[in-house]
């Protein structure tokens, strides 16, 4: 096993208008599980989410953040990647108790939508994808996604455990000539990956061993690491849409505001002298 390995690397078919991404995460995945305990269920679709996002950012290029969020109205109510340009994601998952253990992807999120949301750091230009969720998987949400809102074919092949996440994203070129039956061949293979591939192989091994008789062109690999954008500033600007009623309320009972962050789990601790320096600020 490729052990602690977090990247994301990019490949190109010389003579074929498709390109594709591989990724692969383990200690950063194992980071997000160890900030806090998911169901299993949960645990596997946040996984395949995050594994997308990753995939996706190296798809949607921006200098800023792009956010994949599945939103439900079932036991499943939301999951939610951000990346960064640099390389920098987290993840969350919101669920009700009840959630079944056993039930399927769309069953958990029918009635639900799929936002993509691409922000650019630069300027308050953002884009925003929605799409309803009618799909048996994620991977199938996302292939859909593009298909109709870019008029792109694209497949996803996502390995996940509990110790690490993998993937492939092969895509149509666009603006190239079509060329169908190559790219059901190029699928047609990438479905043989095996997840013991994916975890065992480096990129360039993996991509002989499907594609040995194409030409494929590999770029360096690109980092990826857990990392929060969480901060006490940002806590203080929540805290600042509260009611002085609400305030006084909080602090009368508890003797403090907390603010816990959903990605990362941490706390933030707030008194009341701390609560009167941000009402003076």
């Known amino acids: ?25 383990t200690s950063a995945w194992q980071e997000i599980l160890n900030r806090r305990e998911y169901p ?42 951000q990346i960064t340009h640099d390389g920098g994601f987290r993840a969350t998952a919101t669920y009700r108790d009840d959630l079944p253990e056993n039930a399927t992807f769309k069953a958990l999120t029918e009635g639900g939508r799929v936002v993509i949301t691409a922000e650019n750091a630069n300027s308050n230009n953002s884009y925003q994808g929605v ?7 994620i ?83 690109e980092p990826l690491h857990f990392h929060c954008q969480c901060s006490r500033e940002r806590s203080e600007s929540m805290l600042k849409q509260l009611s002085k009623e609400e305030v006084d309320e909080i602090l009368a009972e508890d003797g403090h505001l907390s603010v816990t962050c959903e990605f990362c789990g941490k706390t933030y601790d707030f008194t009341a002298q701390d609560m009167q320096a941000i009402e003076h600020a």
Request: with cysteine; proline share 2%.
């Open 1 to 25: 096993m490729q052990s602690n390995v977090n990247m994301f690397q990019r490949f190109l078919f010389e003579n074929l208008p498709i390109r594709g991404e591989r990724v692969k995460l």
């Open 40 to 81: 299993a269920i949960v645990q596997q679709y946040l996984g395949e989410l995050v594994a997308t996002t990753a995939l996706l950012s190296a798809t949607i290029k921006i200098e800023g953040r792009l956010t994949v969020q599945i939103e439900a109205t079932g036991a499943l109510q939301m999951l939610v990647v």
């Open 131 to 137: 799409i309803p969720l009618i799909d048996e998987s």
């Open 139 to 221: 991977s199938a949400a996302i292939e859909r996604y593009f298909e109709t809102s870019e008029q792109l074919r694209t497949a996803l092949f996502l390995r996940n455990s509990q110790d690490e996440l993998g993937g492939l994203l092969l895509q149509r070129i666009p603006g190239e000539m079509e060329d169908e039956d190559a790219f059901n061949r190029v699928c047609h293979l990438a479905e043989t990956v095996t997840g013991e591939e994916l975890s065992e192989l480096d990129t360039q091994t993996l991509l002989y061993r499907l594609y040995s008789e194409d030409d494929v062109r590999l770029f360096d690999a």
